[in-house]
């Protein structure tokens, strides 16, 4: 993510820091890959990464941390599994935080979604499915052991859910009624939209989440396309029953060589597309 991922506002500033320091910190040997090879070593290069972003006074509590770049790309589910020395991402984001928490207490964690595509989770990053009849009607795994976790946890106000979702050119959901209007209203909601609003509740006691899209985007070309992102728009400007007003998103990626959506500035790398802005 080194450095593509910009926006106006500090927050977007705060991520995209987050990403170029990972990708350039001694430390970091491409840390997507590296939870494969060694799971270990990739939770003690994030906690050397959280400590040095600490000790800068220039990244010094403007600090987003994206734990890990869609875990079903790397065949990684909520569940323990045979990639990344058997662990699943319950086990994992929590070894990382508990790291990152420990040398970085005010440091944010992004957490994205995963082992839910098909009926639940639009793509890779997304997929927080925790209800009993979403998860079995979809044949997912569920995401409510890695919440009933965090419930316990001193950073659990550190951490934010960061969905990817894409337009049906990058996402292959090409059916209609499942990406626009009520059907994606459903499935967004049904995934993590109702953290912001009903969030977790284990114990009698219920958490809400905000939400970060950490990554969506288009070439804006396709009419599927745009009718879909028009309702996510909306989407995100709603505050109703079943979900709160979800502001925040980040535009992937903003060089103009992205094969999947171009960028958000056009092929000279310095103009802003203007109807991808607005």
């Known amino acids: 993510h080194a450095g593509e991922e910009r926006g106006a506002g500090r927050g977007w500033e705060r991520e995209r820091v987050a990403h170029a320091c990972a990708a350039d910190h001694p430390s970091s040997s491409l840390l997507s890959f590296q939870v494969l090879d060694d799971p270990a070593k990739w939770v003690q290069s994030w906690a050397d990464l959280a400590r040095d972003l600490a000790a800068d006074p220039v990244t010094r509590n403007r600090v987003m941390l994206d734990i890990l770049n869609e875990p079903d790309s790397r065949g ?47 793509n890779w990053g997304d997929g927080f499915a925790t209800d009993p009849a979403i998860v079995q009607a979809g044949g997912v795994q569920s995401a409510a052991p890695f919440f009933t976790k965090m419930m316990r946890k001193p950073y659990l106000n550190n951490i934010v859910i960061s969905p990817h979702l894409y337009p049906p050119s990058v996402s292959t959901q090409t059916d209609p009624a499942a990406v626009t209007g009520a059907g994606l209203a459903k499935r967004l909601t049904d995934s993590f939209g109702y953290l912001t609003k009903q969030g977790f509740c284990a114990s009698g006691v219920c958490k809400t989440f905000p939400v970060v899209f950490g990554e969506t985007g288009s070439k804006f070309t396709e009419p599927l396309d745009l009718r879909m992102l028009s309702d996510f728009a909306a989407y995100m400007q709603t505050d109703d029953s079943t ?36």
């Open 243 to 278: 979900h709160a007003k979800m502001p925040n998103m980040i535009f992937w990626c903003w060089n103009a060589n992205s094969g999947d959506t171009g960028g958000f500035v056009t092929d000279n790398w310095k103009d802003v597309w203007r109807r991808r802005a607005r």
């Open 76 to 122: 990684i589910k909520w569940d323990a599994g045979p990639g990344a020395g058997g662990y699943g991402m319950t086990a994992l984001y929590e070894m990382a935080m508990d790291a990152i928490y420990k040398v970085n207490p005010t440091a944010l964690m992004l957490v994205e979604g995963t082992g839910q595509l098909g009926k639940v989770a639009m």
